[in-house]
């Protein structure tokens, strides 16, 4: 049961649970969001009004509760609205806002080197079949920003089909897919292939890609390790390290820049560590190859700066935050590209090693992971 004041001249409606928990809306809020049929679309939800359409001068004349709907009366449209409460208080505001910077989403949970030995993985047939499987090792990835798939056909563009399950390949100049072979000189054995320090991928793009699935065909090198590291966890331990080279790397931006082919000339500028307007972490971005001259951090700042960008790549180098994996014929990874930083070992020995890898985006995996949920829980109800 709930209770409802209506206050401030009827600006403010305040619901009251039988627990005393108040909830207050605002009058624009409530109208803004009214779900009947000449405000929103009943086939398709979208929003048929714009904010012009609701008078300025709005105010709620009476308000009422009926079990759980709340019955609002506007003026001076002299619209009567009926509100789902549980959908409002799914939807409130009225609520403690996190006060520092550097929180991360619901539902984010970051990692070390301990996540090795529960890598999030899904079988590839599985996930191909069973939408519970697909929708299990989607919400891996929301959580983690990564996740193995194992079992799969060792084919050339069977990682097209990964991107396949959920959402859309992103074509970039590199093609719809990039080879990234090394034939590993079978004359000398004491050759090692150069590793490559973590880093997230084309950070010089804007969008930069969100996904990245990387595929193997081939690796029959000794070495040739995959290894993930967590951004979020990264740039956390450098907050709890130092808050203010937190701060200096996420208030200033990088720039970062390829321009390695004919007609190609890719340049960004943005911050290693991006928060979103409340303080949210929402980005990571480090790649030593493509970053340019840093030109947007005041003189004054630039010392910090670099102290701060040189012990962000010490955490990161550090093997406590690294979970390191072989990948054979057949099995790929995806990273979060916003977020986790992916680095090869170095190998040595004859043999080959032959990946392809696509770039895809988070917003048709979230959506397809968002619409199984929703299938799942209708099916539940
Ligand atoms: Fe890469």
Redesign the pocket.
């Known amino acids: 049961m709930y209770q409802v004041e209506l206050g401030t001249n009827g600006q403010v409606v305040t619901l009251i649970a039988d627990d005393g928990t108040r909830t207050r809306f605002h009058a624009i809020w409530l109208r803004d969001n009214a779900w009947d049929d000449e405000t929103r679309s009943p086939s398709n939800g979208q929003r048929l009004i714009a904010l012009r359409d609701i008078p300025a001068n709005l105010v709620i004349e009476s308000a009422s509760v009926s079990g759980t709907e709340l019955h609002l009366t506007f003026q001076p449209e002299s619209k009567s609205v009926v509100y789902d409460i549980n959908w409002l208080l799914a939807h409130r505001y009225d609520r403690e806002q996190p006060v520092a910077a550097g929180w991360t989403g619901q539902g984010i949970s970051t990692w070390d080197s301990s996540l090795m030995s529960a890598v999030p993985e899904a079988d590839f047939n599985a996930a191909t079949t069973n939408p519970d499987v697909l929708a299990n090792w989607l919400s891996k990835i929301r959580t983690y920003g990564f996740a193995k798939m194992t079992g799969g056909p060792a084919t050339p563009e069977a990682l097209l089909k990964v991107a396949g399950l959920f959402g859309y390949v992103r074509e970039t100049n590199y093609g719809k897919y990039f080879e990234v072979r090394t034939e590993v000189n079978p004359t000398n054995l004491a050759y090692t292939g150069l590793g490559l320090q973590a880093?997230t991928?084309n950070p010089y793009r804007d969008p930069v890609p969100t996904l990245?699935i990387l595929y193997c065909l081939e690796n029959s090198a000794t070495g040739g390790e995959n290894m993930v590291v967590d951004g979020f966890a990264a740039a956390l331990r450098l907050k709890a390290e130092n808050p203010l080279w937190f701060d200096v790397l996420s208030r200033h931006c990088a720039r970062f820049e390829y321009a390695g082919e004919s007609g190609v000339c890719l340049r960004s500028r943005r911050p290693m560590i991006e928060l979103a307007a409340d303080g949210e972490l929402i980005g990571v971005r480090f790649n030593n190859r493509s970053t340019a001259a840093i030109t947007d951090v005041p003189f004054d700042e630039m010392g910090d700066y670099y102290a701060a960008y040189r012990r962000l790549g010490e955490i990161i180098d550090d093997p406590a935050m690294e979970v390191t994996f072989k990948l054979s014929p057949g099995e790929c990874f995806i990273v979060d590209n916003t977020r986790v930083l992916?680095a090869r070992k170095g190998y040595s020995g004859a043999g080959s090693r032959w990946l392809q890898g696509c770039y895809a985006d988070k917003d048709g995996l979230l959506s397809t992971l968002a619409a199984l949920e929703a299938g799942k829980q209708e099916a539940a109800e």
């Open positions: 880093h991928d990245q992916h």
